[in-house]
């Protein structure tokens, strides 16, 4: 890490290569946006075969958020909507916010902002007991959901 005169922070950048999941799998990878000076962001969402084919893609837009969590865990739960509604029944979830991350491997139940949302996203995995989510890369996490 570096930092410039004017305290601007320069990361390393770090190659990170799409896995595909195992074979009759499904990977959702979701990611979300914000805007902290208009309080709006989007989510996207990604649905891939074990061969890397794209079953289904979705972007959304939301008003009125308050922090970047919330974006990121409205995309993972959008996501998952998006693999029930198109009958994925084995889904690896791989999302890029750590915080998010460690929260849904928690072994307690989340008390933040998103703590609504964290229930969602479980029982959208119906995965109830933790950890049932893992980090696999630098700031990646990804989770093996039965949603059948």
């Known amino acids: 890490m570096c930092i410039d005169a004017d305290r601007t922070v320069h990361r390393p950048k770090i190659a990170v290569a799409w896995e595909p999941p195992d074979l ?3 990977k959702l990878n979701t990611d979300g946006a914000f805007d902290v000076r208009s309080g709006t ?4 969402a990604v649905l891939r075969d074990d061969r890397g ?3 289904r893609a979705e972007a959304r837009w939301y008003e009125n958020l308050s922090n970047v969590i919330t974006i990121e865990a409205i995309a993972a739960r959008d996501g998952l909507l998006l693999a029930s509604a198109y009958g994925c029944q084995r889904v690896v979830l791989e999302m890029d916010n750590l915080t998010l991350v460690e929260s849904l491997n928690a072994s307690t139940v989340d008390r933040s902002v998103v703590a609504g949302l964290w229930q969602e996203i479980r029982e959208l995995g119906r995965c109830e007991t933790a950890p049932w989510f893992s980090s696999t890369k630098q700031s990646y996490g990804t989770t093996p959901l039965n949603m059948d």
């Not at 962001?41 to 996207?44: C, F, R």
């Open 41 to 44: 962001g989007a989510t996207g």
């Open 53 to 55: 084919r794209i079953i």
């Open 24 to 26: 009759d799998w499904t």
